[in-house]
């Protein structure tokens, strides 16, 4: 419009008025990912919660957001998203200001909004409730009205039938048809009243405090999508901040809410390397137990035997075992070790040639003892132990002995 030589602000009448034209122009402008503008970007969908709405603090740029992965190009599956404040490079030739690893903001700023968010959920769902029952009300006085007219036009048609001349049959029919007419109309209101009675009374009542505990639920649904999630962002959240500081390692974000207020969060700034998938330290405790003196195939099932997933959640393998210990700096178990003073049931079963279904059963009689590295790992027997004679009768008989019955036991069938 600067370049225009004449302009008449409303000279005709158009479609939409002029202050409306402009506050579309400015959404426009704003949403322009191609243009620099100090106002908060649209969401555009994608893995990035607060794309377009995070702003340098050193610089004021908006940052950018890109996607890495492991290596090659990056895969939808497999890409991470990144915050960077990538212009000062881009332009000028000079360092990044800072770049930060999407997930764990997205998250810490989400549950943020979500505890902001909960107690006006809460009286905004009892407003809703409120409304719907004003409604039902309306509707049903609505009905009780319509009620009584089709009452009073029955009576009046019952006394236009009445006052009618019998010997003019022709209006009689057609007074008759419409006394007929307003008894069905006066029928149907009834039962419309009576079906709005009956589900007012069986309407339940919603528990507003589960529903605000549900909110989080409803934000983790698969079916929600990350637009749905980036447009609830924006509602509540005008702009973030964000910041390194170098002293503490902590990253600083300044969430600039809707109507006003600020809140500060901080948290530590991972090193580089770390990641959100790393193995859990009962694993790592497990695996340095029993690494001297099981294999990584024995480990693994030990780990999926206690429910214990990798970090990125899946099940163990003996390949992924060895991997955790080459990073952690864990000896390896190697069958040269073994000085034979232990043994597994599977070895000890080769050794007095029975199953290993009969060394299990003389371990739960107690007639093998067995230790554990700790629970839920594999039982191991001594060896010197498979000489014992208790062991050796046992296996002979075919059946384990029978536990001695205590003197003081009482007895369930007492002589009579």
Not at 184 to 204: P, T, W
């Amino acid at each position: 419009m600067e370049a225009w030589d004449v302009f008449i602000k409303e000279h005709h009448q158009g479609y939409i008025g002029w202050t409306e034209y402009e506050q579309n122009q400015a959404v426009l402008a704003g949403n322009a990912y191609g243009r620099a503008s100090a106002e908060a970007k649209s969401g555009r969908g994608g893995q990035a919660l607060l794309s377009g709405l995070i702003c340098c603090g050193r610089c004021g740029r908006r940052l950018k957001t890109a996607y890495v992965s492991g290596g090659g190009r990056p895969r939808a599956s497999t890409a991470r998203p990144v915050y960077r404040c990538d212009l000062p490079n881009l332009q000028a030739g000079h360092r990044r200001c800072f770049s930060l690893g999407g997930r764990r903001i997205d998250d810490i700023v989400a549950t943020q909004m979500l505890q902001a968010v909960q107690p006006t959920a809460i009286e905004a769902a009892r407003e809703a409730g409120r409304m719907l029952k004003d409604r039902n009300q309306e509707k049903q006085r609505i009905a009780e009205l319509e009620l009584q007219q089709a009452r009073y036009d029955a009576s009046l048609a019952e006394r236009r039938y009445a006052a009618c001349d019998p010997d003019n049959r022709l209006i009689a029919a057609q007074l008759e048809r419409a006394w007929e007419n307003a008894l069905q109309r006066v029928h149907d209101c009834q039962r419309r009243i009576d079906e709005l009675r009956n589900a007012a009374s069986e309407e339940q009542h919603p528990d507003f405090v589960g529903l605000a505990e549900d909110l989080s639920l409803a934000w983790k649904a698969p079916l929600t999508t990350m637009r749905t999630r980036q447009r609830l962002v924006r509602t509540l959240i005008d702009e973030i901040i964000a910041d390194v500081d170098q002293t503490t390692n902590e990253v600083v974000l300044v969430i600039h809410w809707k109507g006003g207020q600020h809140s500060e969060i901080r948290f530590r700034k991972p090193v580089t390397g770390e990641h959100g998938c790393k193995t859990s330290g009962q694993a790592l405790q497990v695996i340095a137990s029993m690494a001297a003196k099981w294999s990584d195939q024995d480990i693994a099932a030990s780990l999926n035997r206690m429910k214990l997933p990798t970090g990125q959640g899946k099940t163990w393998t003996a390949h992924r075992v060895s991997s955790i210990r080459r990073v952690n700096g864990i000896r390896a178990y190697r069958s040269a070790d073994k000085d034979g003073q232990w043994l597994t049931m599977q070895e000890a079963a080769a050794n007095l040639g029975v199953t290993h279904h009969r060394i299990r059963k003389l371990a739960q009689s107690g007639i093998i003892k067995t230790e554990q590295v700790m629970p839920g790992a594999p039982h191991q027997i001594r060896a010197t132990d498979l000489q014992d004679p208790a062991i050796i009768d046992a296996i002979k008989r075919g059946t384990p002995p029978r536990q001695a019955v205590s003197e003081t036991q009482v007895s369930m069938f007492p002589d009579t």
